[in-house]
């Protein structure tokens, strides 16, 4: 299957730890990338290769995964950091990548 | 500095026909996968199709097959998505998007700014 299950909603009070979760069979094999979208603005990769980030991506964000889970954590959350999050994954094989259905992060 | 740049906001009525652009900069366009990505309003992302700039090559999304074409124009560096009749139900913010990665591990390194397609009699 190349469907990747996330929760619709999770909360963390400010200066919490929170973790964002994504299951899927493809994540088995390949790695998750992760993406972050603020009201209004286009998407904005975060996490890649299970556990990369791009330049200007803060190092208090980030990825892991095991078996067919990946998992992005944001330790001491910020209210900037309040936006959907997106999981992403798929391989060559199987001709497209899929996302998972988006988390609603919201800082309390 | 990769950059994507999408055409702007397009208001049309069903039926009519309508190709949105997406300009690649600060990179090697033929060398790139680039993706489009639809978002229909307060919903999530979904991969529309794919398309390799260097040979044309296209994959689709199932769920978009027969319904859009994707294409690209190598000598302008800029990608396109297309309809031939367009439904109320595509009314969505369209993004483009450069893939990068290898084999198994696929992602979305630099996005356009979206373009919003609105269709209403």
């Known amino acids: 299957s190349s469907e990747l299950t996330q929760d619709p909603a999770v909360s963390v009070a400010l200066g919490q730890t929170v973790r964002i979760t994504c299951q899927g069979d493809s994540l088995r094999s390949s790695y998750a990338s992760w993406y972050q979208q603020k009201p209004g603005q286009a998407p904005v990769l975060v996490i890649y290769?299970?556990?990369n980030r791009p330049s200007g991506i803060p190092d208090r964000i980030s990825g892991s995964s095991s078996g067919n889970t990946a998992s992005l954590t944001i330790t001491g959350a910020q209210a900037d950091d309040e936006a959907d999050y997106y999981c992403?994954?798929?391989?060559?094989?199987?001709?497209?990548?899929?996302f998972g259905g988006g988390t609603k992060l919201t800082v309390l | 500095e990769v950059q994507l740049v999408q055409s702007g906001a397009e208001v049309e009525k069903p039926g009519e026909s309508l190709r949105i652009s997406c300009k690649s900069s600060g990179y090697s366009f033929t060398s790139y996968w680039v993706g489009w990505v639809r978002q229909m309003p307060g919903k999530g992302l979904e991969l529309m199709g794919i398309?390799?700039?260097?040979?044309?090559?296209?994959r689709y999304s199932p769920s978009f097959q027969g319904h859009v074409t994707i294409s690209a124009d190598k000598s302008i560096s800029t990608a396109y998505l297309q309809w031939s009749s367009l439904k109320a139900s595509d009314t969505a913010m369209y993004y483009c998007?450069?893939?990068?990665?290898?084999?198994?591990?696929?992602?979305?390194?630099?996005w356009g700014q979206g373009t919003l397609v609105t269709v209403s009699s």
């Open positions: 290769h299970k556990n």
């Open positions: 398309i390799y700039p260097g040979d044309s090559h296209t």
């Open positions: 992403n994954s798929g391989d060559s094989s199987a001709n497209h990548l899929v």
């Open positions: 998007a450069r893939q990068t990665g290898d084999g198994y591990n696929l992602y979305f390194d630099c």
